[in-house]
């Protein structure tokens, strides 16, 4: 009897101990795995969610379609690339609770202390190079996170959508990365400055970057967009706008920071049109001129808050050109808005509106 009762006993004990062994232990799938990447994609291939990445590749080509799965992290080495070759693309749809990452190797918020050195380095601007998209035309990025990159001396992006391609970002972050003024050019964190016109970039935040973003001058641009995060902004605080010609019709409402047109002339082809929205401030790098063929390719020109102005002005959108207090605006910083009415006998000539500012006002008709 007392034998019968002390096995008893024993398997209660058994039985509870089991039941209180935590799940993961049997049959868990879901463990993260650390991976390191070395050699080329050149089949499609599937990064796991939860997963972390490891990119040790000088250059990693992308010779097909990766889809990347919410949740994973993916740690790029000091001064590596990512560069996407023909029938490469991108697909990295992460969530709001669980973003896809890419980071520096450095950086031990985001996964763990995956080069094993403690506290001895911390993740910086310019820790990784950059993801170039290079012409490829279905890349769509959702929920990403993109930091400290941008390393690349002669190209200091972190997203660098050539080649014309085409791609989507929306909700995601782009903070910590280079982006820089180079030769002369502006080139953002995210540099769409030669990217498709079908390219879209909206619900995205930009902070703590140099230069937070370039856009082909055929881009639109909605005003979903953040450019700054708890009073974090970007040292060049703006949508600096790359390229001479407009010939579709675009949208500009972006009313949070300026927009830069650093051409010498953009030009709007006939029959095209700029719609601006309201409060939108127009800014112009040295010597810039917009020409237009009628008052008509300007679409809300003076809509309430609507502005024209030097890219040396900081009262308007702030300090654009992140120089601090180290310039000031003047008169005929910039050339002015050139109306070309070459339907007509006159040579055309430059628009004299109120809500311009800084401009020559000596201009002479082209």
Not at 83 to 96: K, M, P, Q, Y
Not at 183 to 198: D, E, K
Request: overall charge negative; charged content about 20%; aromatic content about 10%.
């Amino acid at each position: 009897m007392k034998a019968y009762k002390f096995n008893f006993i024993v398997l209660i004990i058994l039985l509870i101990g089991i039941a209180t062994i935590p799940s993961c232990t049997i049959g868990d799938t879901t463990t993260a795995e650390t991976i390191t990447i070395s050699s080329d994609i050149n089949s499609p291939t599937t990064w796991k969610g939860d997963n972390i990445y490891i990119i040790d590749k000088d250059n990693l080509y992308l010779n097909a379609e990766l889809t990347i799965e919410a949740g994973a992290i993916i740690k790029i080495m000091s001064g590596d690339n990512i560069i996407l070759n023909r029938d490469g693309n991108i697909i990295a749809n992460g969530t709001s609770t669980k973003p896809i990452v890419f980071t520096s190797i450095k950086d031990d918020n985001n996964g763990s202390d995956n080069n094993s050195d403690g506290d001895n380095t911390v993740p910086a601007a310019g820790d990784w190079g950059y993801i170039n998209l290079n012409g490829s035309q279905n890349s769509t990025f959702k929920y990403c996170k993109f930091l400290y990159g941008g390393r690349d001396n002669s190209n200091p992006a972190t997203v660098d959508v050539s080649s014309e391609a085409k791609a989507i970002f929306d909700n995601c972050t782009f903070a910590y990365n280079s982006g820089s003024l180079l030769n002369n050019i502006y080139v953002g964190t995210l540099n769409a400055s030669n990217a498709s016109a079908q390219t879209k970039i909206t619900n995205c935040k930009f902070y703590g970057n140099n230069v937070p973003v370039t856009i082909n001058a055929e881009m639109s641009m909605d005003n979903s967009n953040s450019f700054s995060n708890d009073q974090l902004g970007n040292k060049c605080n703006g949508i600096f706008v790359w390229g001479s010609s407009i010939t579709s019709d675009i949208n500009w409402l972006e009313d949070e920071v300026a927009f830069v047109v650093t051409a010498a002339n953009l030009d709007i082809a006939v029959n095209r049109t700029i719609t601006f929205g309201n409060n939108v401030v127009v800014k112009f790098a040295e010597h810039s001129t917009l020409t237009v063929s009628s008052e008509g390719c300007l679409i809300n020109h003076n809509g309430p808050g609507v502005e024209f102005t030097s890219l040396k002005d900081d009262e308007r959108k702030g300090d654009t050109n992140g120089d601090g207090r180290e310039t000031s605006p003047e008169v005929a910083d910039w050339t002015g808005i050139f109306i070309d009415v070459w339907k007509k006998s006159t040579n055309g000539e430059f628009a004299h509106w109120d809500n311009i500012y800084y401009n020559d006002p000596h201009a002479t008709a082209k």
